[in-house]
Nanobody, 124 residues
């Protein structure tokens, strides 16, 4: 079964950057997948941040992160990245990667697989 493992989180100052990684394994290469990043701040609902569609080769971004975050993939290592730039305190959250078949959606309920999350803290 498909497994996702996030890494790359940490403590960063406002305006700083990180690159989050989501390593995938155990997937069926016959299927088309969309891999998303979600985040959940303390006391808040989990929200969609970005998504990349393997078959469609397109990306999506939440309005709050457009122009600051970049999602990409490394086919050779089955890894999806989220480069988070110009970080703000409000970006502080646990960041999760998720996967589903077919196209990107922002609905948490439609994601078939989840990673364990990686903490991003933006603070001076």
């Amino acid at each position: 079964q498909l497994q996702l493992v996030e890494s790359g989180g940490g403590l960063v100052q406002p305006g700083g950057s990180l690159r989050l990684s989501c390593a995938a394994s155990g997937f069926n290469s016959r299927y088309y997948y969309a891999v998303s990043w979600f985040r959940q701040a303390s006391g808040k609902e989990r929200e969609a941040v970005s998504c990349i569609s393997v078959v469609g080769d397109y990306t999506t971004y939440a309005d709050s992160v457009k122009g600051r975050f970049t999602i990409s993939r490394d086919v050779a290592t089955n890894t999806v990245y989220l480069e988070v730039n110009s970080l703000k305190p409000e970006d502080t959250a646990v960041y999760y990667c998720a996967a589903k078949t077919y196209d990107c959606t922002a609905d948490t309920r439609q994601q078939n697989y989840w990673g364990q999350g990686t903490q991003v803290t933006v603070s001076s």
